[in-house]
């Protein structure tokens, strides 16, 4: 069966913009998790959601928002990059009901904010 | 935020060791994960710990979950060039949703 999938894989934008990024979790998947993966901090948790509600937040400033839509395909929005958002983003999907082990993750999106 | 404490950093090794590394929290953790990174893609899951004092092996790879719930530690006996990577600890609290807390990772090197 297909793997969590995140477009696009590459990304390079500028102080100021705002960059959208997707996750397609594994079928029939229903939770998504995103974490932010820098060398400095390490991978950190930004948010979860479920049936398209945000079950949870990480400690990030409201620059990061996300959303899951009904299909649980899931986007996280940076606005206003600043050059410290420059990581590989991870998205995780897991089925519901099963533990956090049953998470997995996608290849990620590397993002280079110059 | 909460932060695991992972050691060591970094590890230069034969082929043909053993390597341990270990991961320490303030907080305690309900479940303990181990997960392997290589280059260009996801962290995977190698080994799911979920009660204190717990042992598990998967293949040549043991973690243990700590007696006091807030450490663990993984061990690879007779490691080979393929066990090249990043290895990272993760405890989940189990708060009502998935989120979990890594540590730093550890990046073994193995010498052919």
């Known amino acids: 069966k297909a793997g969590v999938t995140q477009t696009p894989r590459y990304l390079i934008k500028t102080r100021g913009q705002q960059v959208t990024l997707s996750c397609s979790p594994i079928?029939?998947?229903?939770?998504v998790s995103w974490y932010q993966q820098t060398p400095g901090q390490g991978l950190q948790f930004l948010f979860e959601?479920?049936?398209?509600?945000?079950?949870n937040k990480g400690n990030f400033p409201g620059r990061f928002s996300g959303r899951q839509f009904s299909n649980s395909r899931s986007e996280m929005n940076v606005s206003t990059l600043e050059l410290g958002d420059s990581a590989l983003y991870l998205c995780?999907?897991?089925?519901?009901?099963?533990?956090?082990?049953?998470?997995?993750f996608g290849p990620g999106t590397r993002l280079l904010v110059l | 935020g909460q932060q695991l404490n992972q050691s060591p950093q970094s590890m230069f090794i034969q082929e043909g060791e053993d390597v341990s590394m270990n991961c320490t929290s303030s907080s305690i953790f309900n479940t303990w994960l181990w997960y392997k990174q290589d280059p260009g893609e996801g962290p995977v899951l190698l080994i799911a710990?979920?009660?204190?004092?717990e042992l598990t092996s998967n293949g040549r790879l043991t973690a243990q979950f700590g007696i006091t719930r807030k450490d663990s530690f993984l061990n690879i006996s007779a490691s080979i060039p393929s066990d090249v990577g990043i290895y990272f600890c993760a405890g989940y609290s189990g708060a009502g949703s998935y989120q979990l807390t890594f540590g730093k990772g550890t990046k073994l090197s193995v010498i052919p």
């Open positions: 079928s029939g998947h229903r939770s």
């Open positions: 710990l979920y009660k204190a004092g």
């Open positions: 959601y479920f049936s398209e509600t945000q079950r």
């Open positions: 995780a999907s897991s089925f519901q009901l099963a533990g956090p082990e049953t998470q997995y």
